[in-house]
């Protein structure tokens, strides 16, 4: 591929007819984002929507506007057999003959919007085996190694697109001048050298032992046992954190913690993680929820959420092994013998 592929070319020979058609619709969905986003507050898209996702979150303007988007526009793929959005509560069936379903994070770190900073749009695409049926919530409730594609447009001081279909990870820029995305890189790669870290320190208190050991081992940098200087970073928007990662190494975490008694984790298994793992994973790094694979995990609910530690296999790996010592899980519970 030459430094002048564009998205419909990179589909046409890596994809199936049908993912190439969703990842066309996405694609065109992102760009009348991209374009709400650039004109910010003189869009009126700044400030609360008023209304709550069902995870009990406030919702912006734009959240309910590119949901809308997305929704409106993959429903009418008729390829596109369900979707399921993070902000709304059930699934959407759309074309019965469809092949395809798709769940998505129509703007992740849409608290970022007010600020002016880094949001995105993450996506994954699973097959649909019922055909003739209408979907329901049950078909979407597949492991993260059932997907097809997975990626996420970011909208940052550029919109770019990260994206994968199991055959390593293509990354392309939106040239606003032609309107089309353009490859940039056809594989991507996550450095083994990682010298920065994200994670949201303010938690630290509610952090189990391995988390708390790992990050104060980085801490201590040249004069601890990692005998190295770390960086942190955090956007509060995965998305960036995720980008940044795979332009520049490092290792991303949103461990569970006993901040809110019952919570799984923070980010969503079905919208976030498992689209992201995948990414990270054809991009030659690791992702598990401090222990686990996620991408082995059946998911239980549409909704769930689960603890991420992402990014350089070597660290992620590391992280698991402080859990194995410390003998428990992701979540805290005693890992049996
Ligand atoms: P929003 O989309 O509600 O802003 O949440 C973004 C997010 O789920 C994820 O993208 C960030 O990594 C994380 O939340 C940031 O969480 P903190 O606010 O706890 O730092």
Redesign the pocket.
């Known amino acids: 591929m030459t430094a002048q592929t564009t998205l419909a070319q990179y589909l046409e020979s890596y994809t199936t007819p049908q993912l190439a058609s969703t990842m066309t619709t996405l694609a065109t969905a992102s760009v009348a984002i991209s374009h709400l986003l650039d004109k910010g507050a003189l869009a009126g898209i700044h400030g609360e929507a008023g209304g709550q996702n069902v995870?009990g979150?406030a919702q912006k303007k734009l959240?309910v506007i590119s949901n809308d988007l997305l929704l409106n526009a993959l429903i009418h793929n008729p390829n596109c057999a369900g979707v399921a959005s993070e902000e709304l509560d059930e699934i959407s069936p759309a074309n019965d003959d469809g092949t395809l379903l798709v769940t998505f994070?129509p703007?992740?770190?849409?608290?970022?919007i007010d600020i002016n900073m880094t949001?995105g749009t993450i996506f994954s695409i699973l097959p649909y085996h019922n055909q003739g049926q209408r979907a329901c919530e049950s078909d979407f409730l597949q492991k993260g190694e059932n997907q097809l594609g997975a990626g996420y447009f970011i909208y940052g001081t550029s919109t770019m697109l990260a994206v994968t279909f199991g055959d390593g990870v293509a990354m392309f820029s939106f040239d606003p001048m032609s309107q089309t995305y353009i490859l940039i890189n056809d594989d991507v790669r996550i450095s083994h050298d990682t010298a920065e870290y994200?994670i949201?320190a303010?938690?630290r208190r509610y952090w189990l032992e391995p988390i708390a050991t790992y990050i104060e081992e980085l801490t201590q940098g040249d004069t601890g046992v990692r005998a190295k200087d770390y960086n942190m970073r955090?956007?509060?928007?995965?998305?960036?954190?995720v980008h940044r990662i795979l332009i520049r190494g490092g290792v991303?975490m949103?461990p569970f913690d006993t901040k809110i008694a019952g919570k799984a984790g923070?980010?969503?298994l079905m919208y976030?993680a498992n689209p992201m793992s995948f990414v990270i994973e054809q991009a030659g790094g690791a992702s598990t929820d401090g222990v686990q694979r996620i991408m082995d995990i059946t998911p239980t609910h549409i909704h769930q959420r689960i603890p991420v530690v992402l990014g350089a296999k070597e660290e992620v790996e590391y992280v698991k092994a402080l859990y194995e010592k410390a003998g428990i899980l992701a979540n805290g519970d005693k890992a049996s013998e």
């Open positions: 995870q979150e959240d994070d703007l992740d770190g849409s608290s970022n949001v994200a949201n303010s938690n955090w956007v509060a928007a995965m998305i960036a954190d991303f949103y923070k980010l969503r976030e």
